[in-house]
């Protein structure tokens, strides 16, 4: 186990029980980006994120665990994550929420010029995320927007189509986004595979509504999503939630006890 990861440190890769994470602020995440797009030759460049619903269903799928394990990156989408780290003797700055860091991205001054496909939630929806990207951002152009609920056969032939792009913006819900990723970027290996996130596409669509700031920023967005969709969304989070901190738990008391013996 780490003796812990000092808050201005350099963001790492660390073992989050089963899953891989990293440790990245918002802003080195940017930095990250900037870095990819400046090379094209960097490998891997898929993003990714860990939140407690994702653990959850990665420490029952081998497959998306190794999905996981083999992004570039990882984040700590979740406050959960962030506060369960320190389990692992890990420190975090912040969440690197996925949300978040998206629009700081498409507010980003200094990223350079570069295209985009969107792929998720209705085509109605990604039609409408897409404006609203072109309205916040000078650099990130959109090139086409797709369904979230196509085959991987119909993935592949747009991947092909598109071999120069610089992004693919995935929001299709997990596991799903962690398997197109994979696809897409056999298919692209000079695109940046980032899972935005479904959630991110209906906020910018207008079809969620975002949690508000103080909700966020006290790790409270998932009660926010349970308020406004209770029916979808209660096995999710109130069963969900136990589960993660039983396992975790577990998972910290076992390496605690490896270490000592």
Same mark, same amino acid.
């Given at each position: 186990m780490s003796s ?7 963001p ?6 089963? %899953?891989f ?6 802003s /080195?995440?940017l930095? =990250?980006l900037?870095?990819?797009l400046?090379d094209k030759? +960097?490998? #891997?460049? !898929?993003?990714?994120?860990l939140?407690a ?6 420490r029952k799928?081998a497959?998306?665990? /190794? ?6 990156v990882?984040?700590a989408?979740g406050?959960a994550i962030?506060?369960?780290?320190? $389990?692992?003797g %890990?420190r975090m700055a912040e969440?690197c929420?996925?949300? *978040?860091?998206?629009?700081? &991205?498409?507010?980003?001054?200094y990223?350079p ?9 209705t085509?109605a =929806?990604?039609?409408?995320a897409s404006v ?10 959109? +090139?086409?927007?797709f @369904?979230g &609920?196509?085959?991987? @056969?119909?993935?592949? =032939?747009i991947? *092909?189509q598109? #071999? ?5 913006f995935?929001?299709?819900?997990t ?5 197109v990723?994979e696809?897409?970027?056999k298919?692209?290996?000079r695109a940046i595979?980032?899972? %935005?996130?479904g ?6 669509a207008g !079809?969620m509504?975002?949690? #508000?700031?103080?909700w966020r920023r006290l790790g $409270?967005?998932? $009660?926010?999503?349970?308020i406004? =969709?209770?029916?979808q969304l209660?096995r999710r989070? +109130?069963i969900g ?5 039983l @396992?975790i738990l577990?998972a910290?008391?076992s ?7």
């Open positions: 812990g990861i000092e808050i201005n440190s350099s790492r890769r660390f073992k989050f029980a089963e %899953v994470c990293s440790t990245h602020t918002i /080195q995440f930095a =990250e900037q870095l990819l400046q030759a +960097l490998q #891997p460049r !898929t993003m990714l994120c939140n619903h994702v653990y959850n269903l990665a799928n497959l998306l665990r /190794q999905r996981l394990n083999e992004a570039r990882v984040t989408d406050m962030v506060w369960a780290a320190r $389990l692992f %890990v969440r929420n996925m949300t *978040e860091a998206f629009r700081a &991205f498409l507010k980003a001054p990223m010029q570069n295209t985009a496909l969107l792929i998720g939630c085509p =929806e990604a039609e409408t609203e990207i072109h309205r916040l951002s000078r650099h990130c152009r959109v +090139l086409k927007v @369904s &609920f196509l085959k991987d @056969s119909e993935y592949r =032939e991947c *092909e598109y #071999p120069a792009v610089d992004f693919l995935l929001g299709m819900g596991p799903r986004t962690e398997q990723a696809l897409a970027a298919i692209c290996p595979v980032w899972g %935005v996130g959630g991110t596409i209906r906020i910018l !079809t509504h975002e949690a #508000p700031p103080i $409270l967005q998932w $009660l926010h999503r349970l406004c =969709e209770p029916h209660w989070y +109130l939630n136990l589960l993660f901190t @396992s577990k910290a008391w390496a605690r006890y490896q270490r000592l013996h």
